[in-house]
């Protein structure tokens, strides 16, 4: 079974520009969440979807947007970037919903921001 | 909303002796706790977890233990190998299971030593 996708693995914008990351999770995961990772901050919740609802959202500015699709490949989206946004994106996916579930990650989309 | 603490950051063993990690948390309804680990160029990978109802866990040179009391659990690592070189992340359900997601703690870099 193919595990957690995620595109692209890296990327490099400037800042005031907007990004697109793609995931698609483990064939029958419908639960689909978004961290991101940095040094200073660690692992940070973003968001999750389960059958293209938002279920819950992390403490993150307007400019990080997400959706699901009915295929359950999820997208986030961060416009107006800035330098602070740079970070190792990770999605993963779950079978089940409540918080009690495992999570498989991807290996993440590295965005760099200059 | 949930905070975790974990320590230490960086834990340096000799190949052989015994690690542990530990982690608090803030709400007491937390019923969930996962361990994961991060190789280096990877996403995080769960490698044990508890659930409110039980103490102590074991799957193999892993062990976690659980005091819901004093909202606390750790992470043992027995015999350590070189392979268990990597950074280990404790977290809890966010809202204590209500919804998929995790808060994590900031990361343990254990370093296995020759």
């Known amino acids: 079974k193919a595990g957690v996708t995620q595109t692209p693995r890296y990327l490099i914008k400037t800042r005031g520009q907007q990004v697109t990351l793609s995931c698609s999770p483990i064939?029958?995961?419908?639960?689909v969440s978004w961290y991101q990772q940095t040094p200073g901050q660690g692992l940070q919740f973003l968001f999750e979807?389960?059958?293209?609802?938002?279920?819950n959202k992390g403490n993150f500015p307007g400019r990080f947007s997400g959706r699901q699709f009915s295929n359950s490949r999820s997208e986030m989206n961060v416009s107006t970037l800035e330098l602070g946004d740079s970070a190792l994106y990770l999605c993963?996916?779950?079978?089940?919903?409540?918080?009690?579930?495992?999570?498989?990650f991807g290996e993440g989309s590295r965005l760099t921001v200059l | 909303g949930e905070n975790v603490e974990q320590h230490p950051s960086t834990l340096s063993v000799q190949e052989g002796d015994s690690a542990v990690i530990k982690c608090t948390y803030s709400d007491s309804a937390s019923n969930y706790f996962p361990w994961y680990k991060q190789e280096l160029g990877k996403g995080p990978q769960l490698i044990i977890d508890?659930?409110?109802?039980?103490g102590e866990k074991k799957d193999q040179r892993i062990a976690v233990t659980l005091n819901k009391t004093a909202k606390h659990f750790s992470l043992h690592i027995t015999e350590t190998q070189p392979e268990d070189s990597a950074v280990y992340f404790c977290?809890?359900?966010?809202?204590?299971?209500?919804?998929?997601?995790?808060?994590f703690g900031k990361g343990t870099h254990l370093i296995i030593q020759p």
């Open positions: 979807y389960f059958s293209e609802t938002q279920r």
């Open positions: 064939s029958g995961h419908r639960s």
């Open positions: 508890i659930r409110s109802n039980v």
């Open positions: 977290a809890v359900p966010l809202l204590g299971g209500g919804a998929d997601g995790l808060t």
């Open positions: 993963a996916s779950s079978q089940r919903t409540g918080g009690t579930g495992e999570l498989f």
